[in-house]
């Protein structure tokens, strides 16, 4: 298990931009897959980027244009960076990882969840 902390939620006007990220202990962070799944009260989690440890990424349609995953493998952390945000992005957002990720199929860790709340 890989211990992954999520920072950089918050409060922003709709049309702002924030950046979250998920700061991963161990060895293995370059060879895993980074995700990032949200989930609104009474919503299932949904996926909404992935990134394979090549960096190849995929985005959920919702966010396409407008969220960009990236990881640094030096500093062993994973970053989603959120613009033109939507009422409709008000989640709480976790950081995932894991040998493949996909919506059907999380990774096997899981960061505690960082809250981002859009406003109207």
């Known amino acids: 298990q890989v211990q992954l902390v999520e920072s950089g939620g918050g409060l922003v006007q709709t049309g702002g931009s924030l950046r979250l990220s998920c700061a991963a202990s161990g060895s293995i962070f370059r060879l895993l897959a980074m995700g990032w799944y949200r989930q609104a009260p009474g919503k299932q989690r949904e996926l909404v980027a992935a990134i394979t440890s090549g960096g190849m ?5 919702s966010v396409k244009g407008r969220f960009t995953i990236s990881r640094d493998n030096a500093k062993n952390t994973a970053y989603l960076q959120m613009n033109s945000l939507k009422p409709e992005d008000t989640a709480v957002y976790y950081c995932n990882a894991g040998g493949i990720i996909s919506a059907s199929a999380p990774g096997r860790s899981w960061g505690q969840g960082t809250q981002v709340t859009v406003s109207s």
């Open 57 to 61: 990424s995929n985005y959920a349609d």
